[in-house]
C-alpha cells in the first residue's frame, strides 16, 4: 500500500513509507478519533456500536480508567486493539504491550504487525 488518500492529497510528492503512514493514521485515531482509507461509514454497520465514546472511535481516555483495576485496563485494551482494526486496515495484527498516563495524557506502546513488517511504537494521545 503506501499513502492513506489523505497523505496524498496533503503531502504530494513528498513520499511517506507504509510504517510512516500507519503511524500516522493511528496517531490521528488516538488523538482526534480520525480514521482514513478505512472503508468504514461512521453511521452504519458494526462499526457504529463501537462509537459511543466522546470520540468517533468510541475510546475513552485512560485516564478515565483505574490504572490498578486490571479489568478495566484489560477491557480498554481490548477496544483499543478492536478500534484499530476497524479503522486502520493495513493493520493485520496489534497488541497493546504497555499502557498508561502521562499527566492528562494517555499513552500505550503498541507491537504492529504490517502484510510487510512488524514494529513496536509509542504513542501519546488524547
Do not use: H, W
Request: net charge neutral.
Amino acid at each position: 500500500m503506501g499513502k492513506a488518500f489523505f497523505e496524498k492529497l496533503t503531502q504530494a510528492g513528498r513520499p511517506v513509507s507504509n510504517k510512516e503512514s500507519v503511524i500516522n493514521n493511528v496517531e490521528r485515531i488516538l488523538n482526534y478519533g480520525g480514521y482514513l482509507d478505512a472503508g468504514v461509514d461512521a453511521s452504519v454497520g458494526p462499526a457504529n456500536s463501537r462509537l459511543k465514546g466522546i470520540y468517533r472511535t468510541g475510546l475513552v481516555a485512560v485516564v478515565d480508567q483505574s490504572l490498578d483495576n486490571k479489568d478495566q485496563i484489560t477491557q480498554f485494551q481490548l477496544e483499543m486493539v478492536r478500534v484499530l482494526k476497524a479503522f486502520e486496515p493495513r493493520i493485520k495484527q496489534v497488541e497493546v504491550v504497555n499502557i498508561g498516563q502521562m499527566e492528562l495524557r494517555s499513552r500505550c506502546q503498541l507491537k504492529i504487525q504490517l502484510s510487510d513488517e512488524d514494529f513496536e511504537q509509542e504513542f501519546v494521545f488524547g
